[in-house]
């Protein structure tokens, strides 16, 4: 029996292999026959949907994998947009520096020229800073020097060192921050001054003249940079909100894709059905029109697929043999079985009648027994 199961594994992949290279001969025939352009003759075309399906499922392939071509490009640019937006935020950052480093300067040169003997012409202008501009000024000296009287005293015993480092820490702390305000008030006012004299320079001061000057190319550099920024965001943002109802381009892209295998596997059904219509034709006029639509190469390929239909018949046909081989080896096993039962019985059946004849013999001696007690009595 293991022999027999095992021939029908073997059976039954030698048809599952045939199986597979059957259904690739009959997609290769049903091909072959709906890839004929013209279809099938005159009114005849009436009874074969099949090409239009055929005209149907390409289309929505074709058209699917247009989509995939055209969202692979949309993320091409996405990439690009990406890249050029951060190369832009890098040089609107540069650019922001050298605007502010720009603006700084000239506030250094007016707060400079400020309160000189004479009287400048832009005092007007900085007379609300001054007063502030001082206040910082000294107060980094003034902490500088500290600072720099802290770092020349001994070090001392452990403690005195760890004060001083304590110290140091605090001081070069309030040394940055008043550092950092004076900076921002120098670039508040060359700003301010830009705004402030925005067209008109004073030529009376080269300097100035041309510290406003390169403000200017910095400041237009700039919003270039920030206009051009800005028309790649809003780029970026409209091939986001495009694949946003989607669930963005990698899901778009694997639905088409899963679209596209299920119109294959459609196709593939369709060239099957065509393909058994041509290997084994049955009586009408479609099995007619679809021999007409056969090429010179579809006969190697239909002789081929009958060949492999009787190889899988044959398969078929040795399988249910071995099949009724086992269940004939079944059936009687089952007999056999059935047989031993029935003799167990009878043998018990044989010992029960002997016992039920012991026990008789045993009653009829204990009766003859009595007869003879009575005869005492």
Same mark, same amino acid.
């Given at each position: 029996?293991?022999?027999?199961?095992?021939?029908?594994?073997?059976?039954?992949?030698?048809?599952?292999?045939?199986? &597979?290279?059957?259904?690739?001969?009959?997609?290769?025939?049903?091909?072959?026959?709906?890839?004929?352009?013209?279809?099938?003759?005159?009114?005849?075309?009436?009874?074969?949907?099949?090409?239009?399906?055929?005209?149907?499922?390409?289309?929505?392939?074709?058209?699917?994998?247009?989509?995939?071509?055209? &969202?692979?490009?949309?993320?091409?640019?996405?990439?690009?947009?990406?890249?050029?937006?951060?190369? %832009?935020?890098?040089?609107?950052?540069?650019?922001?520096?050298?605007?502010?480093?720009?603006? *700084?300067?000239?506030?250094?040169?007016? @707060?400079?020229?400020?309160?000189?003997?004479?009287?400048?012409?832009?005092?007007?202008?900085?007379?609300?800073?001054? %007063?502030?501009?001082?206040?910082?000024?000294?107060?980094?000296?003034?902490?500088?020097?500290?600072?720099?009287?802290?770092?020349? !005293?001994? !070090?001392?015993?452990?403690?005195?060192?760890?004060?001083?480092?304590?110290?140091?820490?605090?001081?070069?702390?309030?040394?940055?921050?008043?550092?950092?305000?004076?900076?921002?008030?120098?670039?508040?006012?060359?700003?301010?001054?830009? @705004?402030?004299?925005?067209?008109?320079?004073?030529?009376?001061?080269?300097?100035?003249?041309?510290?406003? *000057?390169?403000?200017?190319?910095?400041?237009?550099?700039?919003?270039?940079?920030?206009?051009?920024?800005?028309? @790649?965001?809003?780029?970026?943002?409209?091939?986001?909100?495009?694949?946003?109802?989607?669930?963005?381009?990698?899901?778009?892209?694997?639905?088409?894709?899963?679209?596209?295998? %299920?119109?294959?596997?459609?196709?593939?059904?369709?060239?099957?059905?065509?393909?058994?219509?041509?290997?084994?034709?049955?009586?009408?006029?479609? $099995?007619?029109?679809?021999?007409?639509?056969?090429?010179?190469?579809?006969?190697?390929?239909?002789?081929?697929?009958?060949?492999?239909?009787?190889?899988?018949?044959?398969?078929? $046909?040795?399988?249910?043999?071995?099949?009724? $081989?086992?269940?004939?080896?079944?059936?009687?096993?089952?007999?056999? !079985?059935?047989?031993?039962?029935?003799?167990?019985?009878?043998?018990?059946?044989?010992?029960?009648?002997?016992?039920? &004849?012991?026990?008789?013999?045993?009653?009829?001696?204990?009766? &003859?027994?009595?007869?003879?007690?009575?005869?005492?009595?």
């Amino acid at each position: 029996m293991d022999d027999r199961k095992r021939q029908i594994a073997e059976a039954e992949q030698r048809k599952k292999e045939q199986a &597979a290279f059957l259904d690739s001969l009959l997609e290769r025939i049903g091909e072959s026959v709906l890839a004929r352009s013209d279809g099938p003759p005159g009114a005849a075309a009436a009874e074969f949907g099949e090409f239009a399906a055929y005209g149907r499922l390409r289309g929505e392939a074709a058209g699917a994998r247009d989509s995939i071509r055209a &969202a692979e490009e949309r993320m091409r640019r996405f990439g690009e947009l990406e890249e050029g937006i951060e190369a %832009g935020e890098r040089e609107t950052g540069v650019r922001a520096g050298e605007l502010a480093d720009a603006h *700084g300067r000239l506030g250094t040169l007016l @707060l400079g020229k400020a309160g000189k003997p004479g009287g400048g012409p832009h005092d007007e202008f900085l007379a609300p800073f001054l %007063g502030q501009a001082d206040e910082l000024a000294s107060k980094v000296v003034s902490l500088e020097e500290r600072l720099s009287g802290l770092e020349q !005293k001994e !070090k001392g015993n452990v403690f005195a060192w760890i004060g001083k480092s304590a110290q140091a820490l605090v001081l070069k702390s309030f040394l940055g921050k008043a550092q950092e305000n004076l900076d921002q008030l120098r670039r508040t006012v060359g700003e301010r001054f830009c @705004l402030r004299n925005s067209g008109s320079l004073f030529p009376e001061t080269a300097e100035i003249d041309s510290l406003c *000057g390169e403000i200017e190319l910095a400041r237009s550099e700039l919003e270039a940079v920030s206009r051009d920024t800005a028309v @790649l965001r809003d780029e970026k943002r409209a091939i986001s909100d495009g694949f946003g109802a989607d669930g963005g381009p990698a899901r778009y892209i694997q639905n088409l894709k899963n679209q596209i295998s %299920g119109i294959q596997n459609e196709l593939r059904a369709l060239y099957r059905r065509m393909g058994a219509e041509a290997a084994f034709p049955a009586d009408g006029g479609r $099995a007619k029109i679809v021999a007409s639509l056969l090429g010179p190469g579809d006969r190697e390929n239909i002789e081929s697929a009958v060949g492999t239909s009787r190889a899988i018949d044959d398969c078929d $046909a040795a399988i249910e043999k071995l099949k009724a $081989a086992i269940a004939i080896d079944d059936e009687k096993a089952k007999i056999e !079985k059935h047989r031993r039962a029935i003799q167990e019985k009878r043998d018990r059946i044989a010992q029960a009648e002997r016992n039920i &004849a012991e026990l008789e013999g045993s009653i009829r001696d204990c009766e &003859a027994s009595i007869e003879k007690l009575r005869e005492l009595l």
